[in-house]
């Protein structure tokens, strides 16, 4: 059931991993919604898909498709936000974007909502969703900030296919098949749609995640090094604090897992002061019980709107200085969770100005 | 054929994932062997592998099997090493060892031949073969500690299935099948086999290996941590270098793969610098291409000595720090070929006192 009152709501990219995703969050979510546009390319158009008991047929996306709608939650590639999301404000709309095209620009806001909701104050229509490892990591960083403050973090990701997108995951299970049927695996996407080569991830590693700059970092370690900084310090060249990244795709669907090295800016810091500031952080759950085997793992973590954190252990050579591993849905909290809350906090606040109303 | 002149050897666990191996390096070896001896447990004896063109039968490993051997090249865990090592020494025998049970002893060398062959002089018939993911790490190290000192590492493991033996490669294989076959995954051994609970590794990250101390890190994390001092210091406690390790077993059957960020104590090092040094380092081949997307992959160093070094990166906010990928083989490098690799060493070095001569 709609509601009478609320917004109007459009999701663009509503057929993908994110999209759909996406929808089932606004379901379960506290947003009323009026009306709801699902909105795709070309090729999904006509698909119908069920939000809340009702029948929506999913529609091409167009610049006139914005017109009249309060609300877009976006998930639809980066040239695709570029080129409708400045027409969806045009109309009206307030628009959240999980594409990386929107994060550097300073006037859009770049939120996780248990970080820094307050940035959402200065939108000016766009707002964007930050990359999923970079959302992970930071909503478990921001209470040791807040605690201590920040020197220096040094992170290894462990990043599951469907980072990539619904067809990296299925390219990754048809390997699997290939390789239990004796058969080589064939590789079409992974790592990275955007390259020239593609090498199976099944059974194997991958250290590339997007394409390589000069400097020999990846575009995903460099979108976790300076979004890192814009979400704690507002300001994506931050000397406040240090960040340095690798990014490896690993063969696992859903989930990533992060080994983050952390320097607070007080050494007085125990192992038992981290896990207990962690165990009340919001948007965390504290899994750390090494005598009974209790830590983050990826399967346990998805369909889960929470970061797991666990393996926290002082580096006994450097006071202040931690080992965590951080694990959450890549899809929910790094992607479509964190956009349906985003989302949540705008309704909170009165920033969503509907037309409507 | 075996050689008429030469040492008697003797293979300890000869039939395990490390012990079929270390046989396949014996054979490509430089080493005379005049005799060969396959040792195993009861339950393997009576199986027949061939050497140089000759069968021969595995037999139950006795202390009275190292009559008359001169070399003994072992992998069959700890408790067997710990119990059986010292009758082959006071037999008249050198033995290489592939488990932790005697590595931190300060009268067993611990040896990786491209990192610190001299320490081989001082033996007392163990030589200790360090862990898998120490030894890929150290020769990647060792040319920077050479060329500029070091101040810190900060590493995080990929590590295969394989490491925890056979059984464990298999269990991974299993449960992939499981997987596709929409079963539930079985999990007897992962994360390792000397804890209580077990869990499905397939599609999934296991941030344990070994078990746990009360400090928070795992025994391969401290290992990781003792072995490298001991290695490239000489004492597990050196304050030469500071490391810390997070380690963590990941769906992939054979090849370690590392995250390592490494400070030295040139802060004038750079990019440039440190992938020429590491093109020329002994046993490693630099990988770093990303132009061309050349970058270390496990399923690429599957049967090969070296360690692949690649994404070599200067932390630009930390002058004379580096993130490094580091990848081998971690039942070759890791351990059989290593093995050997340190016999032939021996064998160079006269440090095998053959009874025979």
């Known amino acids: 059931m709609m509601n009478e009152t609320g917004y109007d709501v459009a999701i663009l990219g509503a057929t993908g991993a994110v999209g759909t995703r996406i929808l089932a ?29 009702q029948d929506i047929v999913v529609e091409e996306a167009t610049p006139d498709s914005f017109d009249g709608v309060d609300l877009v939650l976006a998930s639809a590639g980066g040239s695709l936000a570029g080129k409708l999301l400045p027409e ?9 974007d999980n594409s990386s095209r929107w994060r550097m620009d300073p006037n859009v806001p770049l939120v996780v909502p248990e970080v820094n909701p307050e940035a959402l104050a200065s939108h000016q229509g766009i707002i964007a969703n930050p990359n999923c490892s970079t ?20 992170v290894s990701t462990y990043q599951a296919a469907s980072g990539a997108g619904q067809r990296a995951w299925d390219e990754l299970l048809h ?6 049927d004796g058969e080589t695996e064939t590789a079409e996407i992974l790592p990275t749609k955007g390259d020239k080569k593609h090498f199976p991830l099944v059974f194997n590693l991958l250290p590339q995640i997007d394409v390589f ?14 979004e890192t900084k814009k979400i704690l310090f507002g300001d994506p060249k931050s000397s406040e604090v240090k960040v340095t990244a690798t990014a490896v795709r690993v063969p696992v669907p859903i989930g990533h897992g992060e080994s983050v090295y952390v320097s607070v800016a007080d050494e007085s810091a125990t192992r038992e002061d981290v896990q207990h500031i962690l165990a009340s952080a919001p948007g965390v759950i504290l899994e750390d ?3 009974n085997q209790v830590y983050p793992q990826p399967i346990n973590a998805v369909g889960k709107r929470e970061t797991f954190v666990g393996r926290v252990r002082a580096d006994n050579e450097n006071p202040g200085s931690f080992n965590l591993w951080v694990v959450s849905d890549n899809l929910l909290k790094g992607a479509a969770w964190n956009t349906v809350q985003i989302a949540e906090e705008l309704v909170k606040r009165d920033l969503i100005h509907s037309q409507a109303k």
């Open 213 to 226: 700059q000069d400097d020999g970092y990846s575009f995903e370690e460099q979108k976790m090094m300076q």
């Open 88 to 96: 969806a404000v045009k109309r009206g709309a307030v628009a959240v």
């Open 25 to 53: 969050q606004l379901e379960q979510s506290t947003i009323p919604v009026k009306s709801l546009k699902l909105l795709a390319s070309v090729r999904s158009a006509g698909q119908t898909r069920q939000f809340r008991g």
């Open 175 to 180: 390997q699997a098949q290939q390789h239990l």
């Open 135 to 154: 959302i992970q990591m930071v909503v478990a960083l921001e209470p040791l900030r807040k605690a201590y403050g920040l020197n220096q973090v040094i």
């Open 289 to 291: 019980d090494p005598a």
